[in-house]
């Protein structure tokens, strides 16, 4: 089959400057830096994480009651947040290195804040073109167009690049002198031990631009760049693929409508459906922008529906596609809600005695995640999918002959035999360990499976 051609042509996902046989990451959402050094310590390293996504490290708007989007209106390059000091990033990029983790910064260099005028975090005041010591109004794009210069036709390439996203003051990008700063700032976070970048809203960036930025800066690091691509809108992935891999935001669509149907026919169709090769595919079931989407789209979600979320993060930690990026938040009431934080404003740690404390939710943390984790880290020298079954809400593969993956999404138990590669004898569960166990002679494995779980096994997991 055409798709199994694909999966055999595709190579793992996985960053250059990730450690040999780490292969999934975490976006640690709104964590404060002495937290982050917490969890790269006692958890993310230990368990086989390759790297965590931070939040924006520059000094952000300050707001009323702090919303999580001020983070994404940067108004200086000072690394100042309510995430913590400079020193205390510094600190935490030392940490993590040391227990084995990668740092990716979510970087803003498409745009600065969107007010007419206000202040930073650290206490930076700021007109709407006028950030003093860094940026004027000549090196904006004041795109003429709808009376306020804000995008109104996305279907408009012009529009999309040259004007401004809910009034953002847009970075003429273009211009070196722009470039030159944007650059610095990268330089900076790289000297300090970042070792890679998520470019937010690469979309409203020509791939020429950010070419012309990453240019100016020494060393190699990784990109993941922010697609979020709309019907209609004339935007090229494929152009933005030789600067760095991409988010699919498309993935957590087909995967959540599969398992809320029960019908999980469209995963053996990945990655030909999505359209990003394997190599360049940052993969994930929810993050900050697809949890505050409308409830009747068809997500996954940690807070809303934990069992059928779990029960997908299966498939995305087994199947072999992608670089999966896991999420860690917290719950809210309110699309604006920023994290909990205390009088002097900075962000509380989400952890007391390195237990995950409310409202953070700790989704990484979730019983068999780490099992999944170290799964995929075990099965990379065999990043293919052999002996694929599938019928209605079941599916069944193996990654060669070093483990083999079954997953029920329907609403009945079934007694399932299937094709596999792993040798002679009984089979322990690390989705739900202590579960279901599986029976393997003569090259099949037999297993009565409940509803909506799943059967996940190495072949060192043979009791």
């Not at 009034?167 to 790289?190: E, F, M, S, W």
């Not at 002097?344 to 404390?357: F, I, M």
């Not at 009565?448 to 799943?454: D, G, I, Q, V, Y």
């Amino acid at each position: 089959m055409l798709w199994l051609l694909l999966l055999a042509l595709t190579a793992e996902a996985r960053p250059p400057t990730a450690q040999a046989g780490r292969t999934v990451m975490v976006q640690l959402f709104e964590w404060p830096w002495t937290a982050v050094a917490e969890e790269c310590e006692n958890y993310l390293g230990p368990k086989g994480f390759a790297a965590v996504q931070i939040s924006p490290p520059t000094e952000h708007l300050r707001r009323p009651n702090q919303p999580w989007w001020e983070r994404y209106q940067p108004v200086s390059h000072k690394l100042e947040s309510r995430a913590g000091t400079e020193i205390e990033l510094q600190e935490m990029l030392r940490r993590c290195r040391a227990a084995g983790v990668d740092v990716y910064a979510d970087v803003v260099l498409n745009h600065m804040a969107g007010f007419i005028d206000g202040q930073g975090f650290s206490g930076t005041s700021f007109t709407h073109y006028e950030y003093p010591g860094l940026f004027s109004y000549d090196e904006f794009h004041h795109c003429g167009r709808n009376g306020n210069d804000d995008i109104r036709d996305f279907t408009s390439l012009y529009e999309l690049l040259n004007c401004e996203l809910l009034n953002l003051a847009d970075l003429h990008t273009g211009l070196a002198p722009v470039q030159a700063k944007l650059a610095t700032l990268l330089q900076r976070l790289l000297d300090l031990g970042v070792s890679g970048f998520r470019i937010d809203a690469a979309k409203h960036m020509s791939p020429e631009d950010m070419r012309g930025i990453f240019a100016r800066v020494r060393g190699a690091f990784y990109v993941v760049q922010e697609l979020i691509i709309s019907p209609g809108e004339p935007v090229d992935v494929r152009s933005y693929l030789p600067l760095g891999d991409v988010n699919v935001f498309p993935y957590a669509y087909v995967v959540g409508e599969a398992f809320s149907r029960g019908d999980l026919g469209a995963l053996t169709q990945l990655p030909g459906k999505m359209g990003v090769p394997s190599e360049a595919a940052v993969v994930f079931l929810e993050n900050h922008d697809l949890e505050r989407r409308p409830a009747e789209e068809p997500l996954l979600s940690f807070v809303k529906d934990r069992a059928l979320y779990e029960l997908g993060l299966a498939f995305v930690l087994t199947w072999p596609y992608g670089y999966p990026q896991l999420y860690s938040g917290y719950t809210f009431h309110d699309f604006d809600a920023g994290p909990p934080t205390g009088k002097d404003r900075y962000t509380l740690s989400p952890l007391t005695k390195g237990q995950c404390r409310a409202p953070w939710t700790c989704a990484h943390r979730a019983p068999g995640v780490a099992e999944l984790v170290d799964f995929r880290n075990r099965t990379s020298a065999e990043f293919r999918a052999t002996d694929v079954w599938q019928e209605g809400g079941f599916l069944a593969f193996g990654r060669g002959a070093l483990g083999h993956v079954v997953i029920n999404a329907s609403r009945n138990a079934r007694t399932l035999e299937v094709t596999t590669r792993l040798p002679s004898g009984t089979y322990a569960n690390r989705y739900r360990v202590g579960a279901v166990q599986a029976q393997v002679a003569k090259g099949k494995l037999t297993l009565t499976l409940p509803p909506r779980t799943a059967f996940v096994t190495l072949a060192e997991d043979r009791l």
